[in-house]
């Protein structure tokens, strides 16, 4: 089983519409959530973090935490085409002081005019 | 400007080569950090530093090396590596481990 799940995609929407990008982890202990986004080559850059169950929200974007079902989303609202772009789910398990930031393959989103 | 500078962005070399990757940031950070980028698969940490000190290594070869004379700079020594180890390497940093990742644009290596 991987650590950090995602569907690889891609995911096409309109321009305009919600896109849903979904993420699975499965380490319990797991304390803090972030969403990169990674332009085709690019290096990634922070969207959203977040540490808490429930929802987050900055502009367009909402992450969504549920640690009971161990899962992470993103939420982009009327998506354009220069959201375009490779997702990264990435968590975090600080216990013991360490880094144990593990991420996931991505999902591809394609935002179509 | 990205606040962490990697170069060179782009490095060929033949596997008995010697070669360094160089970052530096200006974010005032902690932690600075080694990933791996292969194409299909998860960014791979390979080696994460704070306050100078290397605290994580997560069984990466001997033949990547890292060193990190400050806690501003941040490099990794490259010696007599194999094809398999061509791939996007990305320095990151952070204001401790655990906080968000400020990533560099990376070096795209070939290993020839």
């Known amino acids: 089983q991987k650590e950090v799940e995602q569907n690889s995609g891609p995911l096409s929407v309109p321009e305009g519409a919600i896109a849903s990008l979904n993420c699975t982890y499965s380490?319990?202990?797991?304390?803090?959530f972030f969403w990169y986004r990674q332009y085709s080559g690019k290096s990634p850059e922070l969207i959203m973090f977040?540490?808490?169950?429930g929802d987050k929200e900055d502009g367009r974007f909402t992450a969504q935490l549920n640690k009971a079902s161990q899962y992470v989303s993103l939420l982009i609202r009327d998506s354009q085409p220069s959201d375009s772009a490779t997702y990264l789910c990435?968590?975090?398990?600080?216990?013991?002081?360490?880094?144990?930031?593990?991420f996931g393959t991505g999902t591809q989103l394609k935002v179509e005019l | 400007e990205t606040g962490v500078t990697q170069t060179p962005r782009h490095l060929v070399m033949g596997m008995t080569n010697k070669k360094s990757l160089k970052c530096e940031q200006h974010?005032?950070?902690?932690?600075m950090y080694w990933y791996k980028q292969s194409a299909k698969k998860p960014l791979e940490l390979m080696f994460v530093?704070?306050?100078?000190?290397?605290?994580e290594n997560n069984s990466v070869p001997s033949r990547f090396s890292p060193e990190c004379p400050n806690s501003s700079h941040l490099f990794l020594h490259l010696h007599t590596l194999q094809p398999e180890d061509s791939a996007l390497y990305l320095c990151?940093?952070?204001?401790?481990?655990?906080?968000?990742?400020?990533f560099g644009n990376g070096t795209r290596l070939t290993v020839t």
């Open positions: 990151a940093s952070s204001q401790d481990p655990g906080s968000p990742l400020h």
């Open positions: 380490d319990r202990g797991s304390q803090s």
């Open positions: 977040i540490y808490s169950n």
């Open positions: 990435a968590v975090n398990n600080l216990t013991g002081g360490g880094n144990k930031l593990t």
């Open positions: 974010l005032g950070h902690n932690a």
């Open positions: 530093y704070s306050l100078e000190e290397r605290v």
